[in-house]
């Protein structure tokens, strides 16, 4: 009887421990989602990083880089920048190199939440969260207040 009881504690202490490896690897997948990434239309490449345990997302290339020649505001040929943002100060730096995501934190659920992104074609800054569908495509969802208020991209890699 006692050998039994013994078996048994022994077994539930060896299938708590394996459930509590569970949560660490759900952690620990939080980095999935770093690296490059195509933007919608495959407009820009955005890479997405860690810094200071926050996930964060700069773009490294546009598929269109300068201003159209015929450009209403005479940035013909220039290199893109910031010009619609709010910040008079800010309107001078460039699109490529800017860093537009941060604050993110992985739920542990294939989503990261509390970041904010903002949008260099129309100056404006949105709550964000992000869903990893697979391993090549993260759903990326702007928003206004609520999550219902928004629009989603995909992005691939």
């Not at 490294?60 to 220039?78: R, T």
């Not at 910031?82 to 934190?105: A, C, E, H, T, Y």
Request: glycine share 10%; charged share 25%; aromatic share 8%.
């Amino acid at each position: 009887m006692n050998r039994l009881i013994a078996k048994r504690s022994a077994f539930l202490l060896i299938a708590m421990l394996l459930l509590k490896a569970v949560p660490l690897q759900a952690a620990q997948s939080g980095d999935d989602i770093l690296g490059v990434w195509n933007t919608t239309d495959n407009k820009s490449q955005v890479q997405i990083f860690k810094e200071k345990n926050k996930y964060c997302a700069k773009i490294i290339s546009l598929k269109e880089p300068n201003w159209p020649a015929d450009d209403k505001e005479g940035m013909g040929g220039k290199s893109k920048n910031d010009r619609g943002n709010p910040d008079l100060k800010l309107r001078n730096r460039p699109i490529v190199g800017m860093q537009f995501m941060n604050g993110f934190v992985s739920d542990g659920k294939n989503q990261w939440v509390g970041g904010k992104i903002y949008d260099p074609e129309v100056g404006k800054t949105y709550k964000c969260k992000l869903t990893l569908v697979d391993t090549n495509h993260l759903e990326v969802r702007g928003y206004i207040g609520i999550s219902l208020i928004g629009r989603t991209v995909v992005w691939t890699r």
